[in-house]
Nanobody
Framework: VQLQAFGGGLVQAGGSLRLSCTAS????????MGWHRQPPGKQREFLAT???????NYADSVKGRVTISRDNAKNTVYLQMDSLRPEDTAVYYC?????????????WGQGTLVTVSS
């Protein structure tokens, strides 16, 4: 599975940004896709996931400001981020939870940088 993330950039505080992540390869075994982020000097943290059936889960830290969605026809998952804050500055990674014949593996995208200016 290959994941390609797009949409990062520079945005002012209070603004919005939408990230997208397209999966290719052995995508039929993907159970869910999600987003994590890694702020400068900090550990990577979970943001949100969405299953193939559309069930979503969010980290409390971003709940209400972030919406995850997916377009199964395009094999793409989106992360809509609103009311952005400087502390949202981070490299954002998409991840796919892949399972087949008892083997489970996470595939990660290359990351896309989001910078929120104050």
């Amino acid at each position: 599975v290959q994941l390609q993330a797009f949409g990062g950039g520079l945005v002012q505080a209070g603004g919005s940004l939408r990230l997208s992540c397209t999966a290719s390869g052995s995508i039929s075994k993907i159970r869910s896709m999600g987003w994590h982020r890694q702020p400068p000097g900090k550990q990577r943290e979970f943001l949100a996931t969405i299953t193939t059936g559309g069930i979503t889960n969010y980290a409390d830290s971003v709940k209400g400001r972030v919406t995850i969605s997916r377009d199964n026809a395009k094999n793409t998952v989106y992360l809509q981020m609103d009311s952005l804050r400087p502390e949202d500055t981070a490299v954002y990674y998409c991840v796919a939870d892949w399972q087949s014949y008892g083997i489970e593996k996470d595939f990660w995208g290359q990351g896309t940088l989001v910078t929120v200016s104050s």
